[in-house]
């Protein structure tokens, strides 16, 4: 009888290249939060290129980023979303992070609260000849600033479950990663785009929702479709990354429309949207069982012409 495995590293790859990638990016988590500049750049190609909403940076920006992070968060720690693991296809690698510190340092403009955070982010990275060349991270920096106390809270702080324990379900289906991409790939086409409950597709009824946006159940997500493209009209969500491996499905996707609808305590503004999104799925017999996600909430305001100067 085969084990369960506890994390991603524990035989859920089917590749030794695959598994010597998942080990690539844990060694450059383990350097963001105690190496030095030499570990970096042993783990970073020379061309290496970090991609986020704020701009491009190359080795040494991330280098100089980290150390402006650091200055405000002195226990800055990165640590790998084991519930979720890393997944990889060919020259893909995707994942999910907690990110904590305390806030001990300017940051953002903003003097010291002592107060703390915990985030989760989703990373892509692509990479070669046993080196990361490159690098896009969604990260919910609004969080951030929720958590600290720095900014109001237009956006609801929901409270997030970690998952389900890694490999749950992992040996006792098929592996079917192509099918698993275009399941989700309808889904975005379905009910995402178009904010009809009736276009659902390829949920379980059991589906389990970490993130804490809704409850769980496939009939609370489609709910939440449609309110939310009551909110942000004529759009859809273009998903730009999709990486797939045995259970697992991440994607990165870039979402539009037009707010017209009312968003909390925020007028509608009639603004085109544009911000990007990470989502984590596992599958079970061929449907969606569980969803983590990161969104940049930040980016949405920013849209909207609201905390554009962060």
């Known amino acids: 009888?085969?084990?369960?495995?506890?994390?991603?590293?524990?035989?859920?790859?089917?590749?030794?290249?695959?598994?010597?990638?998942?080990?690539?990016?844990r060694e450059y988590i383990q350097a963001?939060?105690?190496?030095?500049?030499?570990?970096?750049?042993?783990?970073?190609?020379?061309?290496?290129e970090s991609h986020r909403r704020t701009g491009t940076t190359g080795r040494n920006g991330e280098k100089n980023r980290l150390l402006t992070l650091r200055t405000a968060f002195p226990d800055l720690s990165y640590e790998v979303h084991e519930n979720v693991g890393v997944v990889v296809e060919d020259d893909m690698v995707a994942l999910r992070t907690y990110v904590s510190g305390t806030h001990e340092g300017p940051y953002a403009g903003h003097d010291?609260?002592?107060?703390?955070?915990?985030?989760?982010?989703?990373?892509?990275?692509?990479?070669?000849?046993?080196?990361?060349?490159?690098?896009?991270?969604?990260?919910?920096?609004?969080?951030?600033?929720?958590e600290l106390g720095l900014i109001p809270a237009s956006i609801p702080l929901f409270d997030e479950k970690p998952g389900s324990p890694f490999g749950v379900g992992v040996n006792q289906q098929t592996t079917r990663p192509d099918w698993h991409k275009s399941q989700v790939r309808a889904m975005y086409e379905g009910v995402v785009a178009t904010g009809n409950a009736d276009d659902a597709y390829g949920m379980a009824d059991a589906y389990i929702q970490n993130t804490g946006r809704a409850p769980d159940g496939a009939s609370h997500f489609n709910e939440e479709f449609v309110g939310f493209r009551k909110v942000?009209?004529?759009?859809?969500a273009y998903q730009v990354q999709i990486v797939a491996e045995r259970d697992r499905v991440i994607t990165r996707s870039r979402w539009d429309g037009y707010h017209l609808g009312e968003l909390g305590p925020l007028p509608v503004t009639g603004r085109a949207v544009d911000f990007t999104t990470a989502d984590t799925f596992r599958f079970e017999d061929g449907v969606?069982?569980?969803?983590?996600?990161?969104?940049?909430?930040l980016a949405m305001l920013g849209s909207l012409g609201v905390m554009n100067n962060h």
């Open 1 to 25: 009888m085969s084990l369960i495995p506890a994390t991603s590293l524990d035989g859920f790859h089917f590749t030794w290249e695959n598994q010597q990638a998942d080990v690539l990016v």
């Open 32 to 48: 963001l939060n105690e190496g030095t500049d030499d570990d970096v750049d042993h783990l970073l190609a020379p061309t290496f």
């Open 112 to 146: 010291p609260t002592g107060k703390s955070f915990r985030i989760g982010n989703h990373h892509f990275f692509r990479h070669r000849n046993g080196r990361l060349v490159e690098h896009w991270e969604v990260e919910d920096s609004y969080r951030i600033l929720a």
């Open 232 to 236: 942000f009209q004529k759009g859809r």
């Open 288 to 297: 969606i069982v569980e969803h983590w996600d990161t969104t940049d909430f």
